[in-house]
Nanobody, 119 residues
Framework: EVQLVESGGGLVQAGGSLRLSCTAS????IGWFRQAPGKEREGVSC????????RYADSVKGRFTISSDSAKNTVHLQMNTLKPEDTATYYC????????????????WGQGTQVTVSS
């Protein structure tokens, strides 16, 4: 059974940092998505596990860094200089194809982890 498990969410003040982790196996790429109340889900970042290619949404470039630890089947999303507008439920998802930030390309999803950034 395919499983993706996120961890690392929490409450942080603006300007602070959090690191999210996603434990998963059997995928070509892992993506991070987020959804805030009343808003559509958006792609944040993704990584191709076998080539290392990455993508970032413009809103997080320069602040977020995605990386993978193949030995632990884990993908991390390091989030720095957090802003209140980063507040959302963050999901990791896997797909059997290249890294892409469109959510319809992903077939397996984690349960989500809440990130709240206070001003």
């Amino acid at each position: 059974e395919v499983q993706l498990v996120e961890s690392g969410g929490g409450l942080v003040q603006a300007g602070g940092s959090l690191r999210l982790s996603c434990t998963a196996s059997g995928f070509i790429s892992i993506g991070w998505f987020r959804q805030a109340p009343g808003k559509e889900r958006e792609g944040v970042s993704c990584i191709s596990l076998y080539g290392g290619g990455t993508r970032y949404a413009d809103s997080v470039k320069g602040r977020f860094t995605i990386s993978s630890d193949s030995a632990k089947n884990t993908v991390h999303l390091q989030m720095n200089t957090l802003k209140p507008e980063d507040t959302a439920t963050y999901y990791c998802a896997g797909r059997s194809g290249p890294c892409w930030l469109e959510d319809y390309e992903y077939v397996d999803w984690g349960q989500g982890t809440q990130v709240t950034v206070s001003s």
